[in-house]
Protein backbone atom coordinates (compact mmCIF):
# COMPACT_ATOMS: atom_id res chain seq x y z
CA UNK A 1 0.00 0.00 0.00
CA UNK A 2 2.67 2.51 1.41
CA UNK A 3 5.10 1.77 -1.52
CA UNK A 4 2.56 1.89 -3.86
CA UNK A 5 1.21 5.66 -2.85
CA UNK A 6 5.10 6.58 -2.61
CA UNK A 7 5.43 5.42 -6.11
CA UNK A 8 2.07 7.44 -7.70
CA UNK A 9 3.27 10.40 -5.83
CA UNK A 10 7.25 10.29 -7.91
CA UNK A 11 7.83 13.06 -9.65
CA UNK A 12 8.81 12.29 -13.42
CA UNK A 13 12.22 11.63 -14.27
CA UNK A 14 13.69 13.67 -16.87
CA UNK A 15 16.94 13.97 -18.57
CA UNK A 16 17.39 17.92 -19.42
CA UNK A 17 19.57 18.96 -22.66
CA UNK A 18 21.32 22.04 -23.76
CA UNK A 19 22.95 22.97 -26.69
CA UNK A 20 26.18 25.21 -25.88
CA UNK A 21 26.27 27.67 -29.38
CA UNK A 22 28.82 29.79 -27.74
CA UNK A 23 26.85 32.07 -25.65
CA UNK A 24 28.30 33.11 -22.20
CA UNK A 25 24.80 32.30 -20.31
CA UNK A 26 25.43 28.83 -21.18
CA UNK A 27 25.93 27.38 -17.79
CA UNK A 28 22.93 29.73 -16.49
CA UNK A 29 20.36 29.35 -18.28
CA UNK A 30 21.04 25.57 -18.21
CA UNK A 31 20.70 26.01 -14.15
CA UNK A 32 17.19 27.97 -14.91
CA UNK A 33 16.04 24.87 -17.03
CA UNK A 34 16.71 22.44 -13.82
CA UNK A 35 14.82 24.81 -11.75
CA UNK A 36 11.74 25.26 -14.01
CA UNK A 37 11.78 21.65 -14.60
CA UNK A 38 11.53 21.37 -10.52
CA UNK A 39 8.94 23.66 -10.39
CA UNK A 40 7.03 21.76 -13.18
CA UNK A 41 7.32 18.67 -10.72
CA UNK A 42 9.63 16.62 -12.65
CA UNK A 43 12.98 15.54 -11.25
CA UNK A 44 16.07 16.41 -13.81
CA UNK A 45 18.00 12.92 -13.22
CA UNK A 46 20.88 14.06 -15.52
CA UNK A 47 22.01 16.74 -18.10
CA UNK A 48 23.64 16.09 -21.37
CA UNK A 49 25.42 18.84 -22.73
CA UNK A 50 26.70 19.50 -26.22
CA UNK A 51 28.41 22.13 -28.71
CA UNK A 52 26.67 23.10 -32.12
CA UNK A 53 27.32 26.02 -34.66
CA UNK A 54 23.70 25.28 -35.20
CA UNK A 55 21.03 22.96 -34.57
CA UNK A 56 20.56 20.07 -36.82
CA UNK A 57 16.98 20.39 -38.60
CA UNK A 58 16.21 17.01 -38.19
CA UNK A 59 16.90 16.20 -34.44
CA UNK A 60 18.14 19.43 -33.27
CA UNK A 61 21.12 17.44 -31.85
CA UNK A 62 22.19 15.23 -34.71
CA UNK A 63 21.90 11.34 -34.69
CA UNK A 64 25.20 10.59 -32.80
CA UNK A 65 23.90 13.04 -29.66
CA UNK A 66 20.82 12.08 -30.13
CA UNK A 67 21.94 8.21 -29.91
CA UNK A 68 23.64 9.12 -26.62
CA UNK A 69 20.51 10.57 -25.39
CA UNK A 70 18.54 7.24 -26.09
CA UNK A 71 21.60 5.70 -24.35
CA UNK A 72 21.06 7.80 -21.38
CA UNK A 73 17.05 7.81 -21.09
CA UNK A 74 17.53 4.11 -20.84
CA UNK A 75 20.25 4.09 -18.11
CA UNK A 76 18.74 6.29 -16.22
CA UNK A 77 15.27 5.20 -16.61
CA UNK A 78 13.86 8.63 -17.62
CA UNK A 79 10.69 9.18 -18.79
CA UNK A 80 10.36 12.67 -20.26
CA UNK A 81 13.25 14.71 -21.86
CA UNK A 82 13.26 18.25 -21.72
CA UNK A 83 15.27 20.86 -24.44
CA UNK A 84 16.65 23.92 -23.34
CA UNK A 85 15.70 25.30 -26.83
CA UNK A 86 12.74 25.60 -28.95
CA UNK A 87 12.15 22.35 -31.30
CA UNK A 88 10.06 22.85 -34.22
CA UNK A 89 6.83 20.57 -34.21
CA UNK A 90 9.26 18.62 -36.65
CA UNK A 91 12.13 17.95 -34.36
CA UNK A 92 10.10 17.51 -31.71
CA UNK A 93 8.31 14.98 -33.39
CA UNK A 94 11.28 13.04 -34.43
CA UNK A 95 13.43 12.80 -31.30
CA UNK A 96 10.04 11.38 -29.40
CA UNK A 97 9.88 8.68 -32.33
CA UNK A 98 13.56 8.21 -32.20
CA UNK A 99 14.47 8.38 -28.28
CA UNK A 100 10.89 6.60 -27.65
CA UNK A 101 10.05 8.97 -24.74
CA UNK A 102 7.67 12.32 -24.48
CA UNK A 103 9.97 15.22 -25.34
CA UNK A 104 9.33 18.40 -24.38
CA UNK A 105 10.44 21.87 -25.30
CA UNK A 106 11.74 25.13 -23.05
CA UNK A 107 8.22 26.78 -23.79
CA UNK A 108 5.99 23.64 -23.67
CA UNK A 109 7.45 23.53 -20.01
CA UNK A 110 6.90 27.25 -19.19
CA UNK A 111 3.21 26.73 -20.41
CA UNK A 112 2.91 23.55 -18.72
CA UNK A 113 4.31 25.28 -15.34
CA UNK A 114 1.85 28.93 -16.36
CA UNK A 115 -0.90 26.28 -16.20
CA UNK A 116 0.06 24.46 -12.68
CA UNK A 117 0.52 27.68 -11.22
CA UNK A 118 -2.67 29.41 -12.86
CA UNK A 119 -5.42 30.48 -10.16
CA UNK A 120 -7.44 33.42 -11.21
CA UNK A 121 -10.61 33.05 -13.70
CA UNK A 122 -8.54 35.94 -15.82
CA UNK A 123 -5.09 34.13 -15.49
CA UNK A 124 -6.72 30.44 -16.63
CA UNK A 125 -7.76 31.80 -19.28
CA UNK A 126 -5.02 33.29 -20.49
CA UNK A 127 -3.05 30.35 -19.95
CA UNK A 128 -5.47 28.08 -22.10
CA UNK A 129 -5.28 30.47 -24.91
CA UNK A 130 -1.74 30.12 -24.74
CA UNK A 131 -1.58 26.30 -24.65
CA UNK A 132 -4.18 25.78 -26.85
CA UNK A 133 -2.34 28.15 -29.51
CA UNK A 134 1.05 26.44 -29.14
CA UNK A 135 -0.71 22.85 -29.75
CA UNK A 136 -2.47 23.89 -32.81
CA UNK A 137 0.64 25.17 -34.37
CA UNK A 138 1.84 21.92 -33.85
CA UNK A 139 -0.57 19.86 -35.31
CA UNK A 140 -0.88 22.39 -38.30
CA UNK A 141 2.64 22.56 -38.71
CA UNK A 142 3.28 18.55 -38.15
CA UNK A 143 0.25 18.16 -40.49
CA UNK A 144 1.67 20.21 -43.33
CA UNK A 145 5.29 18.60 -42.69
CA UNK A 146 4.02 15.48 -43.35
CA UNK A 147 2.08 16.43 -46.44
CA UNK A 148 5.75 17.34 -47.92
CA UNK A 149 7.20 14.38 -46.70
CA UNK A 150 4.52 11.49 -48.26
CA UNK A 151 3.62 14.16 -51.16
CA UNK A 152 0.04 13.91 -50.04
CA UNK A 153 -0.60 10.21 -51.02
CA UNK A 154 -2.28 7.99 -48.88
CA UNK A 155 -2.80 10.76 -46.39
CA UNK A 156 -5.51 12.85 -47.80
CA UNK A 157 -8.78 11.58 -46.53
CA UNK A 158 -7.18 8.75 -44.37
CA UNK A 159 -7.52 8.83 -40.63
CA UNK A 160 -4.37 10.48 -39.77
CA UNK A 161 -5.93 13.45 -41.36
CA UNK A 162 -9.37 13.29 -40.32
CA UNK A 163 -8.05 13.53 -36.65
CA UNK A 164 -5.48 16.32 -37.06
CA UNK A 165 -8.36 18.08 -38.61
CA UNK A 166 -10.75 17.39 -36.10
CA UNK A 167 -8.14 18.24 -33.51
CA UNK A 168 -7.18 21.81 -35.13
CA UNK A 169 -10.86 22.43 -35.67
CA UNK A 170 -11.73 21.95 -31.99
CA UNK A 171 -9.04 24.17 -31.07
CA UNK A 172 -9.70 26.83 -33.06
CA UNK A 173 -12.81 27.19 -31.84
CA UNK A 174 -11.65 26.58 -28.08
CA UNK A 175 -9.32 29.51 -29.34
CA UNK A 176 -11.54 31.79 -30.21
CA UNK A 177 -13.74 30.99 -27.49
CA UNK A 178 -11.20 31.80 -25.11
CA UNK A 179 -10.08 35.16 -27.14
CA UNK A 180 -14.25 36.51 -26.60
CA UNK A 181 -14.10 35.62 -22.70
CA UNK A 182 -10.64 37.29 -22.40
CA UNK A 183 -11.95 40.62 -24.17
CA UNK A 184 -15.00 40.66 -22.03
CA UNK A 185 -12.97 40.04 -18.77
CA UNK A 186 -10.43 42.81 -20.47
CA UNK A 187 -13.92 45.14 -20.60
CA UNK A 188 -14.32 44.30 -16.97
CA UNK A 189 -11.05 44.60 -15.55
CA UNK A 190 -10.76 48.10 -17.31
CA UNK A 191 -13.82 49.20 -15.72
CA UNK A 192 -12.74 48.88 -12.45
CA UNK A 193 -9.23 50.68 -13.56
CA UNK A 194 -11.44 53.12 -14.02
CA UNK A 195 -13.21 52.84 -10.79
CA UNK A 196 -9.42 52.81 -9.32
CA UNK A 197 -7.71 56.01 -11.18
CA UNK A 198 -10.49 58.08 -10.10
CA UNK A 199 -9.23 57.43 -6.90
CA UNK A 200 -6.60 58.85 -8.04
CA UNK A 201 -4.08 56.52 -6.02
CA UNK A 202 -0.67 56.14 -6.25
CA UNK A 203 0.30 52.98 -8.19
CA UNK A 204 3.51 50.84 -7.72
CA UNK A 205 4.06 47.72 -9.41
CA UNK A 206 7.23 45.65 -8.37
CA UNK A 207 8.24 43.93 -11.65
CA UNK A 208 11.79 41.34 -12.31
CA UNK A 209 13.04 38.61 -13.74
CA UNK A 210 11.48 35.24 -11.99
CA UNK A 211 12.69 34.30 -8.47
CA UNK A 212 14.34 38.44 -7.79
CA UNK A 213 12.17 38.40 -4.71
CA UNK A 214 9.06 40.52 -5.73
CA UNK A 215 6.47 38.61 -3.34
CA UNK A 216 8.75 38.65 -0.26
CA UNK A 217 9.34 42.62 -0.71
CA UNK A 218 5.77 43.22 -1.32
CA UNK A 219 5.60 40.89 1.49
CA UNK A 220 8.07 42.95 3.77
CA UNK A 221 6.21 46.49 2.55
CA UNK A 222 2.80 45.26 2.92
CA UNK A 223 2.87 42.74 5.88
CA UNK A 224 0.64 40.89 3.33
CA UNK A 225 0.95 37.42 2.68
CA UNK A 226 1.55 37.14 -0.83
CA UNK A 227 3.10 33.21 -1.94
CA UNK A 228 6.57 33.28 -2.16
CA UNK A 229 8.98 30.30 -2.61
CA UNK A 230 12.60 29.25 -4.30
CA UNK A 231 10.59 28.01 -7.34
CA UNK A 232 9.87 30.25 -10.76
CA UNK A 233 6.40 31.85 -11.65
CA UNK A 234 5.45 31.44 -7.82
CA UNK A 235 3.32 34.79 -8.58
CA UNK A 236 0.96 34.48 -11.55
CA UNK A 237 -1.67 36.79 -10.46
CA UNK A 238 -1.15 40.41 -9.81
CA UNK A 239 -2.10 41.01 -6.08
CA UNK A 240 -2.64 44.57 -5.24
CA UNK A 241 -2.37 46.20 -1.24
CA UNK A 242 -2.50 49.23 -0.51
CA UNK A 243 0.58 50.60 1.59
CA UNK A 244 0.63 53.45 3.52
CA UNK A 245 3.95 55.91 3.49
CA UNK A 246 4.87 58.61 5.95
CA UNK A 247 4.80 61.72 3.99
CA UNK A 248 2.77 60.50 1.27
CA UNK A 249 -0.13 58.79 2.29
CA UNK A 250 -1.73 55.58 0.97
CA UNK A 251 -0.27 54.29 -2.54
CA UNK A 252 -1.29 51.00 -4.05
CA UNK A 253 1.92 48.47 -4.49
CA UNK A 254 0.87 45.40 -6.85
CA UNK A 255 3.12 42.28 -7.17
CA UNK A 256 3.32 40.62 -10.56
CA UNK A 257 4.16 37.67 -12.49
CA UNK A 258 8.30 37.42 -13.46
CA UNK A 259 9.59 37.85 -16.42
CA UNK A 260 12.40 35.06 -17.69
CA UNK A 261 14.88 35.52 -21.00
CA UNK A 262 13.12 33.91 -23.81
CA UNK A 263 9.40 33.81 -22.48
CA UNK A 264 7.52 31.97 -25.35
CA UNK A 265 6.02 34.25 -27.49
CA UNK A 266 2.72 32.94 -26.98
CA UNK A 267 2.43 33.62 -23.55
CA UNK A 268 3.60 37.61 -24.01
CA UNK A 269 0.77 37.72 -25.98
CA UNK A 270 -1.99 35.70 -23.86
CA UNK A 271 -0.64 37.87 -20.56
CA UNK A 272 -0.87 41.16 -22.42
CA UNK A 273 -3.54 41.98 -19.90
CA UNK A 274 -1.75 40.90 -16.99
CA UNK A 275 1.35 42.49 -18.01
CA UNK A 276 -0.48 45.32 -19.09
CA UNK A 277 -1.41 46.12 -15.33
CA UNK A 278 2.39 47.20 -15.02
CA UNK A 279 1.59 49.75 -17.63
CA UNK A 280 -0.85 51.73 -15.62
CA UNK A 281 1.52 51.68 -13.12
CA UNK A 282 2.78 55.62 -12.03
CA UNK A 283 6.04 54.14 -11.08
CA UNK A 284 7.89 50.81 -11.61
CA UNK A 285 9.90 48.75 -8.61
CA UNK A 286 12.32 46.67 -10.79
CA UNK A 287 13.52 44.24 -8.70
CA UNK A 288 16.74 42.40 -8.90
CA UNK A 289 18.65 39.46 -7.14
CA UNK A 290 21.76 40.98 -6.25
CA UNK A 291 23.12 37.44 -5.63
CA UNK A 292 22.85 36.36 -9.22
CA UNK A 293 25.89 36.05 -11.43
CA UNK A 294 23.77 36.76 -14.64
CA UNK A 295 21.72 40.00 -12.87
CA UNK A 296 22.82 42.47 -15.34
CA UNK A 297 21.27 40.12 -18.40
CA UNK A 298 17.84 39.38 -16.31
CA UNK A 299 17.89 43.41 -15.87
CA UNK A 300 17.90 43.64 -19.52
CA UNK A 301 15.54 40.59 -20.57
CA UNK A 302 13.23 42.05 -18.06
CA UNK A 303 13.39 45.57 -19.80
CA UNK A 304 12.69 43.82 -22.77
CA UNK A 305 9.51 42.61 -21.77
CA UNK A 306 8.45 45.83 -20.26
CA UNK A 307 9.19 47.69 -23.94
CA UNK A 308 7.37 45.15 -25.74
CA UNK A 309 4.16 46.21 -23.50
CA UNK A 310 4.94 49.89 -23.63
CA UNK A 311 6.15 50.16 -20.17
CA UNK A 312 9.47 51.16 -20.88
CA UNK A 313 8.47 55.06 -20.24
CA UNK A 314 7.58 54.66 -16.87
CA UNK A 315 9.82 55.65 -13.82
CA UNK A 316 11.50 52.82 -12.52
CA UNK A 317 13.42 52.39 -9.24
CA UNK A 318 15.98 49.53 -9.06
CA UNK A 319 15.88 47.53 -6.03
CA UNK A 320 18.42 45.35 -5.87
CA UNK A 321 17.46 42.55 -3.39
CA UNK A 322 19.10 40.02 -2.01
CA UNK A 323 22.54 41.71 -0.61
CA UNK A 324 22.63 39.50 2.25
CA UNK A 325 23.13 36.72 0.14
CA UNK A 326 25.94 38.57 -2.03
CA UNK A 327 28.97 39.33 0.12
CA UNK A 328 30.72 41.99 -1.89
CA UNK A 329 27.11 43.94 -1.66
CA UNK A 330 26.31 43.13 2.04
CA UNK A 331 30.05 45.05 2.86
CA UNK A 332 28.31 48.15 1.46
CA UNK A 333 25.74 47.54 3.46
CA UNK A 334 22.50 48.97 2.67
CA UNK A 335 22.00 51.94 0.62
CA UNK A 336 20.49 54.68 -2.05
CA UNK A 337 22.05 55.63 -5.58
CA UNK A 338 20.77 58.54 -7.05
CA UNK A 339 20.56 59.88 -10.91
CA UNK A 340 22.39 63.33 -11.40
CA UNK A 341 19.04 64.64 -11.06
CA UNK A 342 18.41 63.46 -7.84
CA UNK A 343 15.78 61.18 -8.62
CA UNK A 344 16.27 58.23 -6.69
CA UNK A 345 17.63 54.98 -9.01
CA UNK A 346 19.11 52.38 -7.04
CA UNK A 347 18.28 50.77 -3.63
CA UNK A 348 20.05 48.18 -2.30
CA UNK A 349 17.95 45.95 0.14
CA UNK A 350 17.36 42.67 1.35
CA UNK A 351 13.84 41.96 1.54
CA UNK A 352 14.12 38.62 3.18
CA UNK A 353 16.41 39.99 6.37
CA UNK A 354 14.87 43.45 6.28
CA UNK A 355 17.55 45.71 5.10
CA UNK A 356 17.23 48.98 3.61
CA UNK A 357 13.19 48.97 3.84
CA UNK A 358 13.01 52.39 5.34
CA UNK A 359 15.43 53.90 2.43
CA UNK A 360 13.27 51.99 -0.07
CA UNK A 361 10.16 53.69 1.14
CA UNK A 362 11.37 57.12 1.73
CA UNK A 363 12.88 56.37 -1.86
CA UNK A 364 9.29 55.95 -3.13
CA UNK A 365 7.65 58.85 -1.42
CA UNK A 366 10.81 61.03 -2.99
CA UNK A 367 10.22 59.65 -6.50
CA UNK A 368 6.72 59.82 -5.88
CA UNK A 369 6.53 63.69 -4.60
CA UNK A 370 8.67 64.29 -7.56
CA UNK A 371 6.40 62.52 -10.14
CA UNK A 372 3.29 64.46 -8.55
CA UNK A 373 5.43 67.72 -8.84
CA UNK A 374 6.07 67.23 -12.76
CA UNK A 375 2.67 65.92 -13.45
CA UNK A 376 1.09 69.46 -11.92
CA UNK A 377 3.35 71.62 -13.89
CA UNK A 378 2.27 70.07 -17.33
CA UNK A 379 4.89 67.84 -18.14
CA UNK A 380 3.89 65.58 -21.47
CA UNK A 381 3.94 61.94 -20.98
CA UNK A 382 7.12 60.22 -20.77
CA UNK A 383 9.12 58.75 -23.73
CA UNK A 384 11.01 55.44 -23.34
CA UNK A 385 13.72 56.54 -20.50
CA UNK A 386 16.82 55.90 -22.76
CA UNK A 387 18.42 55.43 -18.98
CA UNK A 388 16.58 51.85 -18.39
CA UNK A 389 17.54 50.78 -22.42
CA UNK A 390 20.97 49.60 -22.06
CA UNK A 391 24.07 51.13 -20.03
CA UNK A 392 24.27 54.06 -17.50
CA UNK A 393 22.44 53.25 -14.32
CA UNK A 394 22.58 49.54 -14.95
CA UNK A 395 26.52 49.42 -16.19
CA UNK A 396 28.96 47.16 -14.24
CA UNK A 397 31.20 49.58 -12.73
CA UNK A 398 27.89 51.00 -10.65
CA UNK A 399 27.50 47.67 -8.79
CA UNK A 400 30.43 45.84 -7.82
CA UNK A 401 30.86 42.73 -9.51
CA UNK A 402 31.16 39.53 -8.48
CA UNK A 403 34.77 37.89 -8.90
CA UNK A 404 34.42 35.43 -12.84
CA UNK A 405 31.71 38.02 -13.41
CA UNK A 406 31.68 39.26 -17.53
N1 LIG B 1 18.82 35.51 0.61
C1 LIG B 1 17.70 36.14 0.24
N2 LIG B 1 16.71 35.45 -0.32
C2 LIG B 1 15.58 36.12 -0.68
C3 LIG B 1 15.44 37.51 -0.44
N3 LIG B 1 14.23 37.89 -0.92
C4 LIG B 1 13.65 36.77 -1.43
N4 LIG B 1 14.45 35.70 -1.28
C5 LIG B 1 14.18 34.33 -1.66
O1 LIG B 1 14.10 34.22 -3.09
C6 LIG B 1 13.10 33.26 -3.46
C7 LIG B 1 12.11 33.89 -4.41
O2 LIG B 1 11.36 34.86 -3.73
P1 LIG B 1 9.94 35.36 -4.25
O3 LIG B 1 9.58 36.52 -3.39
O4 LIG B 1 8.98 34.25 -4.38
O5 LIG B 1 10.36 35.87 -5.71
P2 LIG B 1 9.42 36.45 -6.87
O6 LIG B 1 10.22 37.50 -7.55
O7 LIG B 1 8.11 36.85 -6.31
O8 LIG B 1 9.30 35.18 -7.80
P3 LIG B 1 8.14 34.78 -8.87
O9 LIG B 1 6.81 35.09 -8.27
O10 LIG B 1 8.40 33.33 -9.03
O11 LIG B 1 8.44 35.57 -10.11
C8 LIG B 1 12.49 32.76 -2.15
O12 LIG B 1 13.11 31.55 -1.79
C9 LIG B 1 12.82 33.87 -1.17
O13 LIG B 1 12.90 33.40 0.16
C10 LIG B 1 16.51 38.20 0.20
O14 LIG B 1 16.49 39.40 0.44
N5 LIG B 1 17.61 37.46 0.50
MG1 LIG C 1 6.23 36.21 -6.76
Redesign the pocket.
Known amino acids: MQSQSTSQTEPIRAILVGVDFGKHDFQESLNELALLATTAGSLPVYTLTGKRQRPDPALYIGSGKAEELRTAADAYDAEIIIFNHALSPAQQRNLERFTGRYVLDRTGLILDIFGQRAQSHVGKVQVELAQVQYRASRLVRAWSHLERQKGGIGMRGGPGERQIELDRRMLDERAKRLKSDLTRLQRQHDTQRRARTRNEAFNVS?V????????????SLTKAR???????????DTTSRRLYLEGLGNVVLS?????IRDLPTQLVAAFRATLEETVHADLLLH?V???SPVRHEQIQQVNRVLEEIDALGIPQIVVI?????APELLVQGPHLERDETGFPARVF?????G?GLELLRDAIVKAATRLREEAAAGRPPAEPDPRFMQQSPLSNHAIPAIPGED
Do not use: C, P
Open positions: LGYTNAGKSTLFNAYAADQLFATLDTVGFVDGSNKIDAVSAREL
